[in-house]
């Protein structure tokens, strides 16, 4: 079993920024992928980054640019980093993990709200 919680969310202006973390904890030796989701009031949850365990990434079209993800293996972290952020960028925010076992999880997530 692995648990992951969330931090960082917050209340930015438009073009802010903001950093998030996920802190794994339990079974971390068996995490492969991590990656931030994110849903919106009335939407579906959706991918906006990921990353592998050696390191490859990838990201949503609407936030390419503006996001980077990086993971520290060493503290069992994984963090997004979101510039030039846009109201249509307010959701709550998941953290992910998948096992080489390919069991996913989450974490409770994180609201993230960006003012006009």
């Known amino acids: 079993q692995v648990q992951l919680v969330e931090s960082g969310g917050g209340l930015v202006p438009a073009g802010g920024s903001l950093r998030l973390s996920c802190a794994a904890s339990?079974?971390?030796?068996?995490?492969?992928?991590m990656g931030w989701y994110r849903q919106a009031p009335g939407k579906q949850r959706e991918l906006v980054a990921a990353?592998?365990?050696?390191?490859?990434?990838n990201y949503a079209d609407s936030v390419k640019g503006r996001v980077t993800i990086s993971r520290d293996n060493a503290k069992n972290t994984v963090y997004l980093q979101m510039s030039s952020l846009k109201p249509e960028d307010t959701a709550v925010y998941y953290c992910?993990?998948?096992?080489?076992?390919?069991?996913?999880?989450w974490g409770q997530g994180t609201q993230v709200t960006v003012s006009s």
């Open positions: 992910n993990c998948k096992d080489f076992n390919n069991r996913y999880y």
């Open positions: 339990g079974s971390t030796f068996s995490i492969n992928a």
């Open positions: 990353i592998s365990s050696g390191g490859s990434t």
